[in-house]
């Protein structure tokens, strides 16, 4: 619990974009998670900073969500501050080759920015959910093509909100669905992307393709977290779940996709203990059919109830 002097200072520096024991089954996409101590939902880089110090001064622990895809809070809830980024969402065309975007700007957004200026390098990402700073510290990407195909560089923020950094491409150490060479607890605020001019029409049709892929083998009208597990190197973990018969299976609310089976979904009134039991029972089961072990993909943060 954050006391009430604390309370008081980070409303002094937020105004009303703070809010305490607020449920996380809000602003997740799973739709479960309890309570945080608070959450912060700063509208610009100075506004995030002042935060950053103040958690820092009163050694608040924070986690950075935008859409909360990828996520799973615990029915404990969150001891510390959760910081929201979906206000900052500018972006811009620096020139033909470089397009700049901070991190609370959703893939439809960047990608209706893209087409509408003929900006292609970026298709790939088309209805992969999320936003940009997700994204980045996850590595996003499709078969063949990454984050770390098109970064040119990213800007942090420091833990404790003092020092902002660009870093290059070059010293960034992306690997399979992880940025690992960011500092705990540093905030990705923005990054530079690579593309190429050509024609709205040609960016159009390759989104078009990418998106039809996606709704005709993904459940994407029901609450989920995205993919749940890694791939194992030259396999799929949806194939892997389905092999050990584990398609549709359901604990409680919580149930894996008949569709796509390394997607868990909410079918109503699911927990997050529902949804960790079941992301246990496909592990046990997988092991047990093939002897692999699969490692999430989603993070898992907060307390056990």
């Given at each position: 619990?954050?006391d009430?002097?604390?309370?008081?200072?980070?409303?002094?520096?937020?105004?009303?974009?703070?809010?305490?024991?607020?449920?996380?089954?809000?602003?997740t996409s799973?739709?479960?998670?309890?309570?945080a101590?608070?959450?912060?939902?700063?509208?610009?880089?100075?506004?995030?900073?002042?935060?950053?110090?103040?958690?820092?001064?009163?050694?608040?622990?924070?986690?950075?969500?935008?859409?909360?895809?990828?996520?799973?809070?615990?029915?404990?809830?969150?001891?510390?501050?959760?910081?929201?980024?979906?206000?900052?969402?500018?972006?811009?065309?620096v020139?033909?080759?470089?397009?700049?975007?901070?991190?609370?700007?959703?893939?439809?957004?960047?990608?209706?920015?893209?087409?509408?200026?003929?900006?292609?390098?970026?298709?790939?990402?088309?209805?992969?959910?999320?936003?940009?700073?997700?994204?980045?510290?996850?590595?996003?990407g499709?078969?063949?093509?990454?984050?770390?195909d098109?970064?040119?560089?990213?800007?942090?923020?420091?833990?404790?909100?003092e020092?902002?950094?660009?870093?290059?491409?070059?010293?960034?150490?992306?690997?399979?669905?992880?940025?690992?060479?960011?500092?705990?607890g540093?905030?990705i605020?923005?990054?530079?992307?690579?593309?190429?001019?050509?024609?709205?029409?040609?960016?159009?049709?390759?989104?078009?393709?990418?998106?039809?892929?996606?709704?005709?083998?993904?459940?994407?009208?029901?609450?989920?977290?995205g993919?749940?597990?890694?791939?194992?190197?030259?396999?799929?973990?949806?194939?892997?779940?389905?092999?050990?018969?584990?398609?549709?299976?359901?604990?409680?609310?919580?149930?894996?996709?008949?569709?796509?089976?390394?997607?868990?979904?909410?079918?109503?009134?699911?927990?997050?203990?529902?949804?960790?039991d079941?992301?246990?029972?496909?592990?046990?089961?997988?092991?047990?059919?093939?002897?692999?072990?699969?490692k999430?993909?989603?993070?898992?943060?907060?307390?056990?109830?």
């Amino acid at each position: 619990m954050i006391d009430q002097a604390t309370r008081t200072e980070l409303k002094k520096v937020l105004g009303d974009r703070i809010a305490f024991d607020a449920p996380m089954s809000k602003y997740t996409s799973l739709r479960v998670g309890g309570p945080a101590d608070a959450i912060a939902t700063p509208q610009d880089r100075t506004e995030l900073k002042a935060l950053l110090r103040a958690c820092h001064r009163h050694g608040l622990d924070h986690n950075i969500i935008g859409s909360g895809f990828n996520l799973v809070v615990q029915d404990g809830g969150f001891p510390g501050v959760i910081i929201h980024l979906k206000k900052m969402r500018q972006h811009h065309q620096v020139s033909d080759e470089i397009v700049f975007s901070e991190a609370g700007v959703s893939h439809a957004s960047l990608t209706r920015f893209c087409i509408d200026r003929g900006l292609s390098g970026l298709e790939f990402s088309a209805g992969i959910p999320g936003t940009v700073g997700g994204w980045l510290r996850m590595n996003a990407g499709i078969p063949g093509r990454e984050q770390k195909d098109v970064v040119q560089a990213i800007e942090t923020i420091s833990a404790d909100g003092e020092h902002e950094e660009r870093i290059e491409s070059s010293q960034l150490d992306f690997q399979y669905r992880e940025l690992r060479n960011l500092p705990l607890g540093n905030v990705i605020v923005s990054g530079f992307f690579n593309v190429k001019k050509t024609n709205p029409e040609t960016v159009q049709a390759q989104v078009d393709h990418l998106l039809t892929h996606r709704q005709a083998s993904q459940p994407l009208n029901a609450p989920s977290c995205g993919s749940v597990f890694r791939n194992p190197q030259g396999d799929h973990a949806g194939r892997l779940i389905e092999a050990a018969g584990l398609k549709g299976e359901k604990v409680g609310g919580a149930q894996i996709s008949t569709l796509h089976a390394n997607f868990i979904l909410n079918t109503g009134g699911a927990t997050a203990t529902d949804v960790l039991d079941l992301i246990k029972k496909v592990q046990m089961g997988v092991m047990q059919r093939s002897g692999i072990e699969l490692k999430t993909e989603v993070c898992v943060i907060g307390r056990e109830s």
